[in-house]
Each structure stands twice: as structure tokens, then as C-alpha cells.
């Protein structure tokens, strides 16, 4: 792959999942109307579909503020970290099957590498510092409350979803997201959802609280600490938080749609791009359906089931799989 083309790559990628979390923000509060009985946005252009754009004009037309005491460069940084982070972590992501146009074979994917899985979860892992940093630097008791319960959170959360995601590796045998869509390749029932359900509930309970999504929402919760460590954010940078959780959240739906219900093979008659980007689209909606349905939980709560009850579970996972498979 040549330098030109992975910069190409980059480039549409940023482009469309940029545009993707504007359109995100219309099918949340679209399908939160529904799911509620109220009307969602409706008043900017038709079915209210140009609210995203007046959406990013106030964005951008907003003024910037930087707290008094404040340390200017890490309150800066701490977004730019978010966002580059929930981007790069897609670079092993494989979106859809390959396809030629104009006579030219595309591969869908940034980097093929080895350890995709592996690069997915470290990068998203650095990822946590955005939130620490902009609570830090922030020069305010509740993004200081926000960003220790995002470290918490993230952190505890982050050996869910690696110890989970062990046990499907086990199986394939390899870290690559592309080998473990082959896996899956023959049928249906090759699809690691039937051999690891369990695997399959940790890793999205694991990625409802990594993405910040109801009901774990804690580290910006508004009744208890304003806004957590966004509270002091405005404009645009408060606009690369709001972009990179999004960009986590479709990242989460395409490595789900990977690892677990065979990616982007074909579905009897459905092809493989139309079957991924159906299955994406269900765990998008699912991310938003939960949040219409289900209460916040407190953070001991929280703390305690990921401990007392997600972990030991994932660890008996791991062992009773090795067990089947010797």
C-alpha cells in the first residue's frame, strides 16, 4: 500500500466519521423523540435533517473560553487527545469487504496489522487521558470529580474488555480483525457469538461503559457534577469530546459486528458490505435504546458489578475455554 493511498484512506475516514457523529447526534435525539413520544428536531430543514449543520455552525461560532488558572496548553491538548485517539484506534478496522473501482482493487482498511485487536484496545486505553487531563487542568471541583470517576471508570472497564476478548483470540488464534472475520467465513454458526455468548455480553457491557453511553454515563453526569470534565469546555472543543465519544461508539459497533457475528461475509443473498453496515446499525440503535430505557446507576454500583461480578466472569471464561479447547 502505497503512502498516497493510506493518506487518502486517512483523509475519508476523518471525513466520514466526522460527518457520521454529526448525523449520530440527529438519529439520538431522533430515535429518543420516538422512543419517548415527543417530535425530536423538526424545525431545521426537512424531518429536521440541517439541524446538524446549524448544530456545527453554533459549534464554530461560539466563543472560546479558557478558565481563569486554568493550564492553558493541557486544557488545549486534553480534546485533541480525545479525538485522535477514537480516530486512530480505527486504523486496523476493516469497514467493509474488498471492492474494485476503476479497475483498482480497494482494501478498506487503514493497517493491517497483526495485533489489530490488540492496537484497537491499547489506543482507545490512551484515549482516557483526554478526559484526565481536561479535568485537571480545568481549575474546577467538578471537572476534578469528573475526570477521577472517568479514570475509574475507563480503566476498570478496560480489563472487562480485554479479559473478555481473550477468549475469542484463543479460538482464532490470531489478533488480526480481518483472520477473525475469515474465521467466521463458512456459515452462520461459524459466528463466535454462538461459541462465546458470555464473551459477547461482557465485551458490550464493557463498551456501553467505555464510550460513556446510559446507563453509565457517570463521568459527565449532569444532576450530580454539572458536566463532569467537560463542564468548563466550549465550542469546538467541547465539539472533539462529543466527536470522539461518537467515534468510539461506531468503532465499538464495527469490532462487535467483527469479532462476534462474522464481520463482513455474506449473508445468504445479502453481501458482505451490506450485511456489516446492517449489523453496525443494529448495535447503533441499541446504544440509543438503552439510553432511552434504562436509569443511570450509581458509581459504587458501578465499581462493584465490574469488580464482584464482570471480572470474575470473564476470568472463568477464559479458563473453561482453554479447558474445551486442550
Not at 479558557?66 to 486496523?92: E, H, Y
Not at 458536566?227 to 459497533?253: H, R
Request: charged share 10%; glycine share 8%.
Amino acid at each position: 500500500m502505497s503512502f498516497l493511498e493510506v493518506i487518502i484512506k486517512i483523509i475519508i475516514l476523518l471525513a466520514i466519521f466526522s460527518a457520521l457523529a454529526g448525523f449520530g447526534t440527529y438519529l439520538d435525539r431522533k430515535f429518543l423523540g420516538l422512543i419517548q413520544k415527543r417530535l425530536g428536531p423538526t424545525h431545521v430543514g426537512p424531518w429536521g435533517l440541517l439541524q446538524i449543520v446549524a448544530d456545527g455552525i453554533k459549534l464554530f461560532l461560539k466563543e472560546d473560553i479558557i478558565p481563569k488558572n486554568a493550564n492553558k496548553i493541557i486544557f488545549i491538548l486534553a480534546p485533541i487527545i480525545a479525538v485522535a485517539t477514537a480516530f486512530i484506534a480505527m486504523a486496523p478496522i476493516p469497514f467493509l469487504p474488498e471492492f474494485t473501482l476503476f479497475g483498482q482493487t480497494i482494501k478498506p482498511i487503514i493497517s493491517d496489522i497483526n495485533v489489530g485487536l490488540l492496537f484497537v484496545l491499547s489506543v482507545s486505553a490512551v484515549g482516557m487521558y483526554g478526559p484526565l487531563l481536561a479535568g485537571m487542568s480545568s481549575n474546577n471541583k467538578y471537572s476534578l470529580l469528573g475526570a477521577a470517576r472517568a479514570v475509574s471508570q475507563l480503566l476498570s472497564f478496560e480489563v472487562v474488555s480485554g479479559l473478555s476478548i481473550l477468549a475469542p483470540i484463543m479460538i482464532v488464534g490470531s489478533l488480526s480483525l480481518i483472520d477473525i472475520n475469515n474465521y467466521q467465513s463458512n456459515s452462520i454458526f461459524d459466528w463466535l457469538i454462538f461459541s462465546q455468548p458470555v464473551a459477547f455480553l461482557l465485551f458490550l457491557i464493557a463498551g456501553f461503559a467505555e464510550t460513556n453511553r446510559t446507563p453509565f454515563d457517570l463521568l459527565e453526569h449532569e444532576a450530580e457534577i454539572v458536566s463532569g470534565y467537560i463542564t468548563e469546555y466550549s465550542g469546538l472543543k467541547w465539539g472533539m469530546f462529543f466527536i470522539g465519544e461518537y467515534a468510539n461508539m461506531f468503532s465499538i459497533a464495527f469490532i462487535i459486528s467483527i469479532v462476534f457475528f462474522g464481520g463482513f461475509n455474506s449473508i445468504g443473498f445479502i453481501p458482505g458490505g451490506i450485511a456489516i453496515l446492517l449489523k453496525v446499525a443494529f448495535f447503533i440503535f441499541l446504544f440509543v435504546w438503552v439510553r432511552a430505557t434504562f436509569p443511570h446507576v450509581r458509581p459504587d454500583q458501578l465499581m462493584s458489578v465490574c469488580w464482584k461480578v464482570l471480572m470474575p466472569i470473564a476470568i472463568i471464561n477464559i479458563l473453561v475455554t482453554g479447558i474445551v479447547l486442550v
